[in-house]
């Protein structure tokens, strides 16, 4: 039970240097024409520079493209890591075989008809993969676009990429699941100047996934930044150890997930069968490992170029600093949106600026530097200065608005060599043509400086900056993702499956620590006069019947109940309504329930997720709350900081802190019970299908939550 | 009382052809120095091609740049309409009484130091205004970088569009309060193939607004587009009128606010003094008016670009077909996120493309044509036909990913040949770079196919034209923006301001026909009796007093009271717990009132927004929805249709339309409570300052609504 959950999966023993750096390379289904899926890669192989051997194989012909061509992967002679399978597939599983012979390590399999064809095909891909195992193959694919290792100038693809053999080369590693899309962010990202290191098509993900590939990046030396695009994974948990590794390393992964929507999941599922799981999962797990989440191709460009700068900052706290108004304000704005902090310079900072400026400049953030500040640069590489140096200040953005020739140089070389005295980022909003501002734009390239074309799209990317910093302090400080050194033990669950009563389910969460608001099973009126010593008005009275689903149609509940009088009326007149609604109705008596009138209402639910396996869910409670669907997720178990950023993330939050006159609620006890549910759902997951505190209210501080209903469901 | 609310402001006599084509212009403070900021537009207005006279004035030279030089704009000789203003503030003012002499019509003022630097400039603005309007004189500026009209080769400005004699003209119009950032929007679409007609900095708007500059757009032929920038307006309603009747006239209104956030706000106010309101109620009077809201720079020029091919949908049902499953999942997330239908295809339609694809393309929306279609771009150009006829298809989305080369001229062919059968929109999603499909991108702009770079930006404008083609329609179909015929009397106010006491405020709103729940008003518990004939029971008590403000911590509050003799207890309680919490306080007795507890609760408010005026607020009610803010806005008064669309807008609405098996709550009452509570606030607008019904039920269909508290506070 108590297993560890972070080694779960075995770690692959596979060498990925087979696969990114092979010696050789053969192409099953090579072909003549080079523009042929079978014909690309032996032409980009062969001529873009890669250094490796290429082995063309197809049984018709003796040479291709003015290589020797072989019958069978198993003919070659010389050393071969990896073979691009470009036949149809039933011909893709003869070829593992002969993969096998030849102790090829790695098949990349372009062909399609697969698992996105139906059942058929599923079951084909079925029977490949256990090829691939039987013969120690890991497999790419299948229905890939194959991958590319720019710095080997190996491209080993089909299709959009083909095309570019100038790609640039970098640092960032991507890895997506659609071929045709996925390398269309390649090539936008890299149209907005950033270069890759690894490509890798994933297709079906049949055998190798999205989370080894960026483990893969985490080890190589040459990766800074990892992108990744899918449509779904089938482990979850890989996902997030593969990140937080990569988080603790200090690389950045940027994540695009699609197929969100309903419409979107159908359109999905319909298309390459990619386990999609709730989308608000996915975001508390990206939260919880440290994912950067990804929204379109201009953010990712965006971020990248952010991150290749290569500076993090200690925190939030961001100073602007412009000669344009609306850019200073446009920042601010978006600013305050994302939870960017603008940072309060220091007395001393302001007063340095008040000094510098011109006379209708603002020393206060957003710095104004006004645009008479451009007849003396010396000044604005002063202010540049004064505000870099400022304690309070984690990073800085400069407004340029549209800025342009020999000011824009002047002002990037002061910038420049003001930049280099710290290691705090420093990225510009800039609108000024290419053109107009060519050497200006050179100079910020040559040395770092990201800039962005909107305050806006700046803003996004100083959040990025600041979200992945806190992610990395958060990873480094916690011993493990999934805590279960904590964990106490938990009795075990009653033996039957299905739902438990209300009572039942009480009894539970109450025998693992959680405060549970009292409830008695009364018989009948006769015990009015008992209750009335046991329970704390005010209490409800709710008619207990297996054969009653709904009770309050059945006159079967009332609440509010204030006195001893008044109860023993309403166990009357609950007990009689339920007997003349329900004749025949089975009853098991009256329940009895003290009612919490103060906290605040709030929701606790466990639910095992498909992709994450079990999760925890925290929301306001009550029925409106409900509609407007404030909850938060983290995957179990977890730690009590995990529990504090749950908490902080509802938009209804401030309904905790002390909202409209009411004392601050006990968020330590809420954290408490987040990380005690967290773990029963861990060590209880084989029989715990669903819980449900609803509601729970967590009291003023030092005052406890206390659970008035729980809903448990075994399987 | 009872003024049109559309007639407000008279509609000023302004000649814009003498602005936007004048026959002459003058530039005060013209310099020799082409760079200097009065001579850059002598330069451009007598180099770019503007076929109209330039007079430098500068006392100080007899030629400037080759152009014979005024003394002062009084003594020039031939036509002059505008005079720019280069001087320094004070001077600024000197030469507005020469233009006066002259006749000039407009002044166009570059010079800061006014309203934007403190007290003393805000005084010299009003001499400014003052002396413009003795003169019939209409200011543009102060503090603004002057205005362009491209038809006429116009460039009356300086700065960032003073370097681009090559700017290309087209049809699009915009207006920005902020110089610098205003100018970058036009560079920046313009990059985006986006053409400019007008283009007008207006700097502190002291005299012309930005409403104003928005009806001479709506009313030039040459303008299709409108474009508005700005940290806020004065008048609001202006606003609204101006957008209603650009919208009437087919064009749409791209507006973009900043300033919106608290720090945002005080950027701006420290900066350019604009006066901002709640961007909440921007957001609500941009929905009433037809506003379409932007919110960066890209959607701009997406915007734009989208509206420049001139079809506009019929509804919000998109149909998408592309090869790359990946891009189609996208855009049908986006979709879903947005509000867009994916519309359902009819049988037919799935048929014929049946008949049409390959075997594991998919028939239904998004229609996966796979990449097998390409080679038979006859099945292709079919399978675009089939769908575009399609009846519940609105816009067609094309989703290319990186297609390119002849398949993508190929495909761009049939796609015109299809769309040219059509008035529906067709927008292509694209990823390949320019020179991979030089020649299709060029086919895609002869013939209006708008192409955006991800398939969520193309989302993004395919919303955009269906937001504006609901926002035609409703405007088309109303009579008044602010309708006063149905408006029935209300009967005056009490003559004292404050605050009216919880009965008497429900005995307002009343008078007005609103249902209020039934209280009374008791001396002591000895009327207990008498109210349980008189209330239906539940009840509540609270003690009623103006001395005590805290009325639960007192102990003066007891709800859910279900009898009699509970009652007559809670009265006796209340009262003696307010004479031992609060000895001396006045008690004016105890109010009974019946409790609602059935229905929605929810919230509806009147503010005075010191932008639109009196404005109405709807909310989900109860502390919790309160947290989460979720309300919608909308500008007195208004008709029952904007009602309707309030409801709708709340994230909550699902609420109201049977949740979790309630009934559907009466959403006719609830829209007609809205607009009486609108007609209200505005005949009422002298006094109301302030009205929160809150909480009022909205009870099933049928059952109406009833308001249990309403707070009113009289000016």
Same mark, same amino acid.
């Given at each position: 039970?108590?297993?560890?959950?972070?080694?779960?999966?075995?770690?692959?023993?596979?060498? @990925?240097?087979?696969?990114?750096?092979?010696?050789?390379?053969?192409?099953?289904?090579?072909?003549?024409?080079?523009?042929?899926?079978?014909?690309?890669?032996?032409?980009?192989?062969?001529?873009?520079?890669?250094?490796?051997?290429?082995?063309?194989?197809?049984?018709?012909?003796?040479?291709?493209?003015?290589?020797?061509?072989?019958?069978?992967?198993?003919?070659?002679?010389?050393?071969?890591?990896?073979?691009?399978?470009?036949?149809?597939?039933?011909?893709?599983?003869?070829?593992?075989? +002969?993969?096998?012979?030849?102790?090829?390590?790695?098949?990349?399999?372009?062909?399609?008809?697969?698992?996105?064809?139906?059942?058929?095909?599923?079951?084909?891909?079925?029977?490949?993969?256990?090829?691939?195992?039987?013969?120690?193959?890991?497999?790419?694919?299948?229905?890939?676009?194959?991958?590319?290792?720019?710095?080997?100038?190996?491209?080993?693809?089909?299709?959009?990429?083909?095309?570019?053999?100038?790609?640039?080369?970098?640092?960032?590693?991507?890895?997506?699941?659609?071929?045709?899309?996925?390398?269309?962010?390649?090539?936008?990202?890299?149209?907005?100047?950033?270069?890759?290191?690894?490509?890798?098509?994933?297709?079906?993900?049949?055998?190798?996934?999205?989370?080894?590939?960026?483990?893969?990046?985490?080890?190589?030396?040459?990766?800074?930044?990892?992108?990744?695009?899918?449509?779904?994974?089938?482990?979850?948990?890989?996902?997030?150890?593969?990140?937080?590794?990569?988080?603790?390393?200090?690389?950045?992964?940027?994540? @695009?997930?699609?197929?969100?929507?309903?419409?979107?999941?159908?359109?999905?599922?319909?298309?390459?069968?990619?386990?999609?799981?709730?989308?608000?999962?996915?975001?508390?797990?990206?939260?919880?490992?440290?994912?950067?989440?990804?929204?379109?191709? +201009?953010?990712?460009?965006?971020?990248?170029?952010?991150?290749?700068?290569?500076?993090?900052?200690?925190?939030?706290?961001?100073?602007?600093?412009?000669?344009?108004?609306?850019?200073?304000?446009?920042?601010?704005?978006?600013?305050?949106?994302?939870?960017?902090?603008?940072?309060?310079?220091?007395?001393?900072?302001?007063?340095?600026?008040?000094?510098?400026?011109?006379?209708?400049?603002?020393?206060?953030?957003?710095? +104004?530097?006004?645009?008479?500040?451009?007849?003396?640069?010396?000044?604005?590489?002063?202010?540049?200065?004064?505000?870099?140096? +400022?304690?309070?200040?984690?990073?800085?953005?400069?407004?340029?608005?549209?800025?342009?020739?020999?000011?824009?140089?002047?002002?990037?070389?002061?910038?420049?060599?003001?930049?280099?005295?710290?290691?705090?980022?420093?990225?510009?909003?800039?609108?000024?043509?290419?053109?107009?501002?060519?050497?200006?734009?050179?100079?910020?390239?040559?040395?770092?400086?990201?800039?962005?074309?909107?305050?806006?799209?700046?803003?996004?990317?100083?959040?990025?900056?600041?979200?992945?910093?806190?992610?990395?302090?958060?990873?480094?400080?916690?011993?493990?993702?999934?805590?279960?050194?904590?964990?106490?033990?938990?009795?075990?669950?009653?033996?039957?499956?299905?739902?438990?009563?209300?009572?039942?389910?009480?009894?539970?969460?109450?025998? @693992?620590?959680?405060?549970?608001?009292?409830?008695?099973?009364?018989?009948?009126?006769?015990?009015?006069?008992?209750?009335?010593?046991?329970?704390?008005?005010?209490?409800?009275?709710?008619?207990?019947?297996?054969?009653?689903?709904?009770?309050?149609?059945?006159?079967?509940?009332?609440?509010?109940?204030?006195?001893?009088?008044?109860?023993?009326?309403?166990?009357?007149?609950?007990?009689?309504?339920?007997?003349?609604?329900?004749?025949?109705?089975?009853?098991?008596?009256?329940?009895?329930?003290?009612?919490?009138?103060?906290?605040?209402?709030?929701?606790?639910?466990?639910?095992?997720?498909?992709?994450?396996?079990?999760?925890?869910?925290?929301?306001?409670?009550?029925?409106?709350?409900?509609?407007?669907?404030?909850?938060?997720?983290?995957?179990?178990?977890?730690?009590?900081?995990?529990?504090?950023?749950?908490?902080?993330?509802?938009?209804?939050?401030?309904?905790?802190?002390?909202?409209?006159?009411?004392?601050?609620?006990?968020?330590?006890?809420?954290?408490?019970?987040?990380?005690?549910?967290?773990?029963?759902? @861990?060590?209880?997951?084989?029989?715990?299908?669903?819980?449900?505190?609803?509601?729970?209210?967590?009291?003023?501080?030092?005052?406890?939550?206390?659970?008035?209903?729980?809903?448990?469901?075994?399987?």
């Amino acid at each position: 039970m108590n297993a560890d959950p972070e080694r779960e999966t075995p770690a692959a023993a596979t060498d @990925w240097n087979r696969l990114f750096n092979p010696r050789g390379i053969a192409i099953v289904g090579a072909s003549r024409d080079p523009r042929r899926i079978g014909g690309q890669p032996v032409k980009l192989l062969s001529t873009f520079g890669y250094p490796g051997y290429v082995y063309p194989v197809n049984p018709n012909h003796a040479e291709i493209q003015g290589l020797r061509c072989y019958p069978s992967v198993a003919d070659i002679a010389g050393p071969c890591d990896v073979a691009l399978i470009a036949v149809n597939a039933r011909a893709a599983l003869e070829a593992i075989h +002969d993969c096998g012979r030849k102790g090829v390590a790695f098949a990349v399999v372009f062909s399609s008809g697969f698992r996105e064809t139906g059942s058929k095909g599923a079951a084909l891909e079925a029977q490949l993969l256990a090829a691939a195992r039987a013969h120690g193959i890991r497999i790419i694919g299948p229905n890939c676009q194959g991958y590319l290792n720019l710095a080997q100038r190996m491209f080993a693809t089909f299709g959009v990429l083909a095309l570019e053999p100038e790609l640039k080369e970098g640092v960032v590693s991507s890895v997506a699941q659609s071929g045709g899309f996925g390398f269309g962010i390649v090539t936008q990202c890299e149209a907005a100047g950033v270069g890759f290191r690894n490509i890798v098509s994933s297709g079906n993900e049949s055998d190798i996934t999205t989370p080894e590939i960026l483990e893969a990046y985490t080890d190589d030396p040459g990766t800074r930044i990892l992108v990744g695009y899918i449509e779904g994974v089938r482990d979850g948990r890989a996902l997030m150890r593969a990140a937080q590794r990569a988080v603790r390393a200090g690389k950045p992964v940027l994540m @695009w997930k699609t197929g969100n929507s309903d419409a979107g999941k159908k359109a999905s599922l319909s298309h390459t069968g990619a386990l999609t799981g709730s989308y608000d999962v996915y975001r508390g797990a990206y939260r919880q490992a440290g994912v950067l989440e990804m929204r379109d191709i +201009d953010e990712i460009s965006d971020c990248a170029r952010a991150f290749l700068a290569g500076r993090v900052p200690r925190g939030k706290r961001v100073a602007a600093l412009g000669s344009s108004a609306g850019s200073c304000i446009l920042f601010t704005d978006r600013c305050a949106e994302l939870g960017l902090e603008l940072a309060a310079l220091t007395p001393e900072t302001e007063a340095a600026l008040a000094a510098v400026l011109p006379p209708f400049g603002s020393p206060r953030n957003p710095v +104004d530097v006004t645009a008479d500040i451009f007849n003396d640069l010396s000044a604005f590489e002063r202010a540049v200065e004064i505000v870099l140096a +400022d304690p309070n200040v984690d990073q800085l953005a400069l407004l340029y608005a549209g800025l342009s020739g020999d000011i824009a140089l002047a002002c990037n070389r002061a910038v420049v060599a003001a930049s280099a005295k710290h290691d705090k980022p420093v990225m510009l909003g800039w609108t000024a043509r290419r053109h107009r501002a060519e050497e200006a734009y050179a100079l910020a390239e040559k040395h770092g400086i990201p800039y962005f074309t909107s305050p806006v799209r700046l803003a996004n990317a100083a959040r990025a900056l600041a979200d992945f910093a806190g992610a990395r302090e958060r990873a480094s400080a916690r011993g493990s993702l999934f805590p279960t050194d904590a964990i106490e033990a938990f009795a075990p669950l009653p033996a039957a499956a299905g739902t438990l009563s209300e009572r039942e389910g009480k009894a539970l969460i109450a025998s @693992w620590g959680i405060p549970v608001s009292r409830d008695v099973l009364a018989q009948d009126e006769k015990q009015a006069h008992a209750l009335t010593r046991e329970l704390a008005f005010p209490v409800a009275v709710k008619i207990c019947s297996a054969d009653i689903a709904h009770k309050t149609e059945a006159g079967g509940v009332r609440l509010h109940i204030q006195r001893g009088e008044a109860l023993a009326e309403a166990m009357r007149a609950v007990l009689r309504n339920a007997r003349e609604h329900c004749p025949g109705a089975r009853i098991g008596g009256v329940l009895v329930s003290e009612m919490v009138t103060d906290g605040v209402e709030m929701l606790i639910g466990v639910t095992q997720d498909p992709v994450f396996g079990p999760t925890v869910a925290l929301g306001l409670g009550g029925i409106q709350a409900e509609a407007l669907r404030d909850v938060t997720y983290r995957v179990a178990p977890f730690d009590l900081s995990s529990a504090h950023e749950m908490i902080g993330e509802l938009r209804g939050a401030r309904l905790l802190y002390g909202f409209r006159n009411r004392p601050p609620a006990d968020l330590d006890a809420l954290a408490r019970t987040l990380v005690c549910v967290a773990q029963a759902a @861990w060590v209880l997951r084989d029989r715990l299908a669903e819980l449900d505190i609803n509601p729970i209210f967590v009291r003023s501080q030092g005052q406890g939550v206390i659970a008035a209903d729980a809903l448990v469901v075994l399987r």
